[in-house]
């Protein structure tokens, strides 16, 4: 696929970064998005993932550039072999019963690779044990981990790796980043423990949980540690969208409740990063008309030392939620809907790259660029 852009000559190129959501099932559709960029010749230098952003991200940090798609396509086949037959309807009210339906198979018997029920009831057993506070047992995600991701891989290669948390403990949010640590399995699955369904994750002594619990994109976090030598182009992949109809029914109010708490809320933090470079820029070019003596003051020092070095683009790739769809569409897990969500994802990213927006935007000097064009 080419891809047309035109870029400022004395800028060097833009450094890909691939920021991805939770959203159980959902996060089929990212394995499309990713399938599209690397056809299109945007492997990510840093991939930063929350939950099953993080299981993605991890599929593609710890393989080697032609095994990411085989990996990816392994982990996403074998959670949806619980239900490998297609939905007889394809839309309508019989759509989203068979949906109910294979969520709740899941619900019942788990996903092969992913999670299995727990025999004893939660009640029966010792209180503050996993048994005792999860629904699940997530011990067969760590035998895929292990399985389908090259640790010493993706510790040691050249793609930058981050997966937020939450310390249960303390309510505060955690980043691991192979830029600052050994990253094991525990990392990923701390970062998709969301409870009651999934237990804690101890991690040097302290329990986490599902970082989607705070924040469940980890846009915040690369937007804050960018520093670098070159432009950003950040692919933001949402799976869940903040805007939405008004609910018709007590299903579709939870369905819209999720969303919204769940939601990225990337305008938020780019209108933020934004405002904040602007006041920056502006006390920069204040210090430049103020006499020399006065330009080593500590406090205008602070002001101007986070002014904007390399500007960010970030196209905005959001999972659009289906008419059939309902509050269980991020459980939902049987073949045809993954199938389905990893089409999507793929077609966005081709939908987004033919855009006349897309083939003729031009690098700005400086700031923050978004890009919604799916």
Known sequence: MAVTKTTTPSLPAEANVLVLQGGGALGAYQAGVFEALAAAGHEPSWVAG???GAINAALIAGNLPERRLEALRAFWDRASSRVPYPSPFADGWGRRLFNEAAAGVVAMTGIPGFFEP??????????GSPEATSLY???PLRDTLLELVDFDLLNNGPMRFSVGAVNVLTGN??????????????????????PPGFPAVMIDGEPYWDGGIVSNTPLEYVLDNRAGTSPLLVFQVDLFSARGMMPRSLGEAIQREKDIRFSSRTRLNTDLQTRLEAMTSAAARLAMRLPEELRSDPDLVELTSHA????????????????FESHSKDSEFSRGTIDGHWTSGRSDVERSFASPRWKNRNIQDCGIVTLDLA
């Open 118 to 127: 727990r025999l004893m009831p939660s009640w029966l057993a010792l209180p």
């Open 137 to 139: 047992d997530t011990a």
């Open 173 to 194: 949010f955690t980043y691991f980043d192979n830029r600052e640590r050994l990253i094991g399995p525990e990392h990923i699955m701390a970062s998709g423990a969301l």
């Open 308 to 323: 904007c070095d390399w500007p960010v683009t970030i196209l905005h790739l959001i999972n659009r939620s289906e008419s």
């Open 50 to 52: 929350i939950s099953i």
